[in-house]
């Protein structure tokens, strides 16, 4: 902190506090640079013997300018970019775990899907789905591509999805699979984010998922009474969005998943 | 997308007797975890089997990750074969790291001494626990090394955290080795990572029991 009673000159103060502002910026943290320049702005104004010196104040704030349009820069600029065939390969080879090549191959379309890769993604996908490997986790992706992409084929595969308002589809109504859903928390620790769950069994309009005791936090958040707003339930044949609310939570006793979490999603009627 | 997937670990072929390991270095964003990658490149590329890929967008940030696969030769035998990673450090980029940390062996925590970075280490290092905590690995078990990075700036003035502090603030619970560094100048690196291949092969001797 700028202080004009510390034991420092007020000019050593400034040189020191330019030098740190400047580091910060080759650092590239271009906010904490910002700040300081800011911080060292007010220390002059402040001070009898350079609150005068427009020179200097004139600098200061065109670093701060040219700061401020980097910042700009660098939060407007492309959050993901398309990749050369070869280091797409490179992450499909990487990130692909499974030991069957079916699986494999889904995983590795997969991870193209979650570095931002959606045009290879979704021609892998396409071929796989083509080969009747996995076709709901296919078809499901292949979804998610397109509304990722944010492309009119979303609109076209997903009539029952629009972006604006959705058409709820009624429970009672769909006597189809709920191959999976996905959940946004409004509230608790994990307000604002996306879960996806795949769904293990479903009985009706009520569907279970289990959630392993490693994500304790996420299964604390859906105690019974619940409710879930806006969850997205995937199909093989569609993708709909419906409210639902938390019907039963227990953890199951005996099996590989003992001590997991099975809970029960009861989807609404409108 | 698509369901849960496998949780993998290390690879080993007993046949070949190879043994493939996955180190990755985590850390706040600016903190120093692509200079070390570019450190080791440069200085131990005797071990590195091919070049260093690096996906960077503009302001030489880490946009998706870096990667450098290195060969350490035989030991006991076996081919030991490592994959070094690093990942983006913003915030924003929370599901490529959780991608990146998938089948990790061993960490790297490159913490950035500046004293304005005091937040960003301990957030950093928060979001790398719950992380882990999705790929079914405990923070607390798993092979970790701590460095802290760019002391060399002390020289220059700019204020630093004193290392007790940050050994209080970040590793009083986990107790794991720690490393003074200066990716920049290439100080503290080779020991951190001599250090993390040590505790991670060391783990995986005990997983795998490779060595028998």
């Avoid at chain 1, 339930?233 to 590989?256: D, E, H, L, M």
């Avoid at chain 2, 849960?4 to 706040?28: H, S, T, W």
């Avoid at chain 2, 020289?155 to 080795?177: A, C, D, H």
């Avoid at chain 2, 920049?184 to 991670?200: F, I, M, Q, R």
Wanted: proline share 4%; glycine share 6%; net charge positive.
């Amino acid at each position: 902190m700028l202080s004009v009673k510390s034991y420092m000159s007020e000019k050593e103060q400034i040189k020191r506090a330019l030098r740190e502002a400047s580091l910060y910026k080759t650092q590239g943290l271009l906010e904490e640079s910002r700040e300081k320049y800011l911080e060292l702005l007010n220390y002059i104004r402040e001070s009898q013997k350079f609150s005068t010196n427009q020179e200097l104040i004139d600098a200061v704030e065109k670093k701060i300018k040219e700061l401020e349009k980097s910042i700009q820069e660098f939060e407007q600029g492309p959050k993901t970019l398309e990749l050369s065939t070869q280091v797409q390969d490179l992450i499909k080879n990487l990130f692909t775990f499974s030991n069957t090549d079916e699986a494999a191959a889904v995983e590795g379309a997969v991870a193209l899907a979650k570095f931002g890769q959606y045009e290879r993604a979704l021609e892998e996908f396409q071929s796989l789905l083509e080969k009747g490997i996995m076709p709901v986790v296919t078809a499901k992706n292949i979804i998610r591509c397109y509304l990722s992409m944010n492309t009119p084929e979303a609109g076209e595969i997903l009539p029952a999805m629009p972006r604006a308002k959705t058409k709820r589809k009624k429970a009672q109504q769909m006597i189809i699979d709920i191959s999976g859903v996905s959940i946004r928390f409004d509230g608790g620790p994990l307000k604002g984010q996306t879960v996806d769950f795949d769904v293990d069994f479903q009985s009706s309009n009520t569907v279970s998922i289990v959630i392993s005791t490693n994500q304790k936090h996420v299964a604390d958040c859906l105690e019974p009474g619940t409710r879930l707003e806006d969850m997205q339930c995937y199909s093989p044949i569609t993708v709909f969005r419906s409210n639902g609310i938390v019907s039963r939570k227990a953890t199951i006793k005996q099996g590989p998943r003992k001590g997991d979490y099975m809970i029960d999603i009861t989807i609404e009627e409108d | 997308m698509g369901g849960q997937q496998p949780d993998r670990m290390a690879i080993f072929n007993a046949k070949n007797r190879i043994i493939e390991c996955k180190l990755v270095y985590y850390g706040p964003g600016r903190g120093g975890k692509t200079t070390n990658l570019e450190y080791i490149f440069r200085a131990f590329n005797k071990h590195t089997s091919s070049e260093m890929v690096s996906i960077n967008t503009q302001g030489d940030r880490t946009l998706f990750f870096d990667f450098l696969p290195m060969g350490l030769g035989k030991i006991r035998g076996c081919d030991v074969k490592i994959q070094l990673y690093t990942v983006p450090g913003q915030p924003k980029y929370k599901s490529t790291r959780k991608m990146v940390l998938k089948g990790v062996d061993g960490v790297v925590f490159v913490a950035d001494s500046l004293e304005i970075q005091r937040k960003a280490n301990i957030e950093s290092l928060k979001d790398l626990a719950e992380n882990l905590a999705q790929e079914n690995k405990n923070i607390f078990k798993i092979p970790l090394v701590m460095q802290y990075n760019k002391r060399d700036l002390e020289e220059k003035g700019i204020p630093l955290m004193p290392v007790e502090l940050m050994q209080r603030e970040l590793n009083s619970k986990l107790k794991v080795p720690y490393y003074e560094a200066s990716a920049l100048k290439g100080s503290g690196v080779g020991a951190t990572l001599k250090e993390a291949l040590l505790v991670t092969l060391r783990h995986l001797q005990k997983e795998l029991q490779w060595t028998k």
